[in-house]
């Protein structure tokens, strides 16, 4: 190391060695800061569905199609270890509760020539330390998982799937307990609902349906939650309802927004009017968003579908969760950015994952075979600077394109920022994870 190189120059140490050599290497990393890199690896199991972080940011964490996951180290980009046979179908989500425990969901039913594969519709936990075997399995899901979020302050993990429940589990009940089951959780019914988002606050939760309604709890409390929701009959049991069909529609009840825990407000303000020519088009399939570090907006990105439910283009749109310059009084999420995303064969009838920078002021988003970095404005402010938000214009703006980052060979259907360095990953139908540094001036 240079270091020590001038260390044993000042003691007069007989040398051996030019400098040169150590200074190279010592500041040959500096070509980063004025070059993209991209560092790439082929996982050889066909489609990345989703990538995530751990806290630290030293490892990356892939949910392969083939019932894989893959762990990469983030400095030498390099596989670490592999998980095979996670679940019996494809892997599609993988979540972080802490540096060393994460956990995964399967995904969908396919069928192979010759056999029938069933997706187990569990939630596996796992310890980045010893990944042989699971610490535990939750069960209670009867349909494809897609969702998973952890509340930390409360300790409680809140998943959704495609059989139209959420579920809250007490992570402490197998912390605390060595079992290799969980059955039990509190069961709520939302009717067609596709994702949810929890907001890094705890205080907002953000569903989204497969018809591309949104709808925001804010206020949080989980403990609470069932306090003031009717119940519905589903499956022969009696649930309470938290998403009932026509609720969106209902132009003439108002939004349930108010100081008091787990009030609710349904985001009706889209950019379809701008794209919509006809008239005739709607959004179709919300299955992607996300919620600002510090959550102070939420962005989405949806279809936007003809009649026959045929994709005619994707769209991104940012909502202002907090912003105090709009309806004070009931603190209504207003739409202030939006951009046209790509819609092509085949990766129309895939999700594409999208993600907040660290500080918020980028966003990834895929972007046929690579992702793209986009701002809220030209000077990449923070969003609360933003036109939109210190002007107060009612009109939302698009979103700046900062970079356009290529590498796959497939479309790209995830991307992911770190939460520690300038370094962001994405993953496609080619099944490559690619390290993106790029150089943001």
């Known amino acids: ?24 290497k010592e500041f040959k990393n500096l070509e980063l800061l004025v070059t993209n890199h991209n560092y790439e690896y082929d996982s050889g199991r066909n489609s990345i569905f989703n990538l995530e972080f751990n806290p630290s940011g030293k490892y990356l964490v892939a949910a392969c199609e083939k019932q894989s996951i893959l762990i990469l180290d983030c400095l030498t980009h390099r596989k670490i270890k592999e998980i095979f046979f996670a679940h019996s179908d494809c892997v599609n989500v993988v979540r972080f509760l802490d540096d060393r425990l994460f956990m995964s969901c399967s995904g969908k039913l396919y069928s192979v020539p010759g056999s029938v ?3 187990d519709c569990t939630i596996a936990v796992w310890d980045f330390r010893n990944t042989k075997t699971k610490l535990a399995t939750l069960k209670g899901h009867r349909d ?28 402490n009940l197998f912390r605390s307990q060595s079992i290799d089951e969980v059955t039990d959780s509190e069961i709520y019914l939302a009717s067609g609902i ?5 907001s890094p606050d ?8 497969i018809d591309g309604d949104l709808l925001i709890i804010r206020n949080l409390n989980i403990n609470n939650l069932k306090n003031g929701l009717r119940t519905t009959l589903c499956q022969g049991d009696l649930l309470p309802t938290i998403i009932s069909p026509g609720m969106f529609n209902d132009n003439t009840t108002p939004n349930k927004f108010s100081a008091f825990k787990n009030s609710f407000e349904v985001i009706k303000s889209f950019p379809d009017e701008l794209f919509d020519v006809s008239g005739r088009s709607h959004r ?6 996300d919620f600002h570090p510090e959550s102070k907006n939420l962005i989405t990105r949806y279809t936007l579908a003809d009649d026959s439910d045929s994709s005619i283009l994707e769209l991104l ?26 819609n092509f064969q085949p990766s129309v009838a895939y999700i594409k994952e999208i993600n907040f ?7 990834c988003s895929p972007y046929g075979f690579g992702l793209r970095l986009l701002s809220y404005d030209q000077e990449c402010c923070p969003y609360e600077f933003s036109e939109p938000v210190k002007s107060k214009f009612n009109y939302p703006m698009e979103l700046n394109v900062v970079q356009l980052l290529h590498g796959h060979t497939g479309a790209c259907l995830t991307c992911r920022w770190s939460p520690v360095h300038i370094l962001a990953a994405s993953g496609g139908l080619d099944g490559k994870v690619i390290f993106h540094e790029p150089k943001i001036t």
């Open 1 to 24: 190391m240079l270091v020590n190189y001038l260390k044993a120059r000042e003691r007069g140490n007989k040398l051996k060695r030019s400098i040169k050599p150590y200074i190279y």
């Open 117 to 119: 594969v069933n997706d």
């Open 144 to 171: 494809w998982v897609k969702s998973i979020e952890y509340c930390s302050s409360k300790k409680i993990l809140i998943t959704s799937a495609f059989d139209d429940t959420i579920r809250f589990w007490d992570i």
């Open 194 to 198: 596709s994702r949810l988002k929890l």
């Open 202 to 209: 705890g205080n907002d939760l953000a569903i989204a349906t």
């Open 284 to 289: 179709h399939g919300l299955y992607a968003m």
């Open 317 to 342: 749109s940012v909502h202002g969760m907090n912003s105090p310059h709009y309806d004070r009084i009931h603190r209504k999420s207003h739409l202030t950015h939006y951009k046209v995303e790509a």
């Open 357 to 363: 920078g660290a500080n918020g002021r980028l966003i």
